[in-house]
Nanobody
């Protein structure tokens, strides 16, 4: 079992930055691919970014490329999402995901609100 706890959300003006963290419990964190997803009010959850177990490969949805960066520290059981040049359309609840074959865990989410 893996428990995920996100933090770092908040209210920021357009153009600002936030760094989200997702802390994982357990001793198998490094065996999971990790991802960030977001869900805006009235919309379906969408993929934002992902990173493989070692951190050597990262993936982003087109709308955040060049602005967001995902990273992980396996020694700290933590994955990060650095968000720069934030836009009002980035407003959503951001959740982290831990995934490996046949296993999928989600955090409770953290609210990010970008004001114009």
């Amino acid at each position: 079992q893996v428990q995920l706890v996100e933090s770092g959300g908040g209210l920021v003006q357009a153009g600002g930055s936030l760094r989200l963290s997702c802390a994982a419990s357990g001793r198998t964190f490094s065996s999971y691919a990790m991802g960030w997803f977001r869900q805006a009010p009235g919309k379906e959850r969408e993929f934002v970014a992902a990173i493989n177990w070692s951190g050597s490969n990262t993936y982003y949805t087109d709308s955040v490329k060049g602005r967001f960066a995902i990273s992980r520290d396996n020694a700290k059981n933590t994955v990060y999402l650095q968000m720069n040049s934030l836009k009002p359309e980035d407003t959503a609840v951001y959740s982290c995901n831990a995934k490996r074959p046949l296993t999928d865990y989600w955090g409770q989410g953290t609210q990010v609100t970008v004001s114009s």
